[in-house]
Nanobody, 115 residues
Framework: QVQLVESGGGLVQAGGSLRLSCAAS????????MGWYRQAPGKQRELVAT???????NYADSAKGRFTISRDNAKNTVYLQMSSLKPEDTAVYYC?????????WGQGTQVTVSS
């Protein structure tokens, strides 16, 4: 089992920044893919960014140039630095870990961007 705990969400004005953190514990193996997804009201959950244990990253088009995903393998923690936030970035942000053949989710953290 893997447990994921997100933190860092909140209310920010458009143009502002936030950094989300996700701490993983449990059966986290050295090889895994961690990422951030988000779900806005009435919409499907969508990919924001992922990062492999080797540091390879992938971003949704909406995140490119504004968001940066990173990880600290020693702490089993993944981060999402979000800048130039827009009202359309408002959503619940979920941390995800893919370990072997299983996928795990955190409880989510709310990000609200006011115009």
């Amino acid at each position: 089992q893997v447990q994921l705990v997100e933190s860092g969400g909140g209310l920010v004005q458009a143009g502002g920044s936030l950094r989300l953190s996700c701490a993983a514990s449990g059966s986290i193996f050295s090889s895994n893919v961690m990422g951030w997804y988000r779900q806005a009201p009435g919409k499907q959950r969508e990919l924001v960014a992922t990062i492999t244990s080797g540091g390879y990253t992938n971003y949704a088009d909406s995140a490119k140039g504004r968001f940066t995903i990173s990880r600290d393998n020693a702490k089993n923690t993944v981060y999402l630095q979000m800048s130039s936030l827009k009202p359309e970035d408002t959503a619940v942000y979920y941390c995800n870990a893919k370990v072997l053949v299983r996928s795990y989710w955190g409880q989510g953290t709310q990000v609200t961007v006011s115009s």
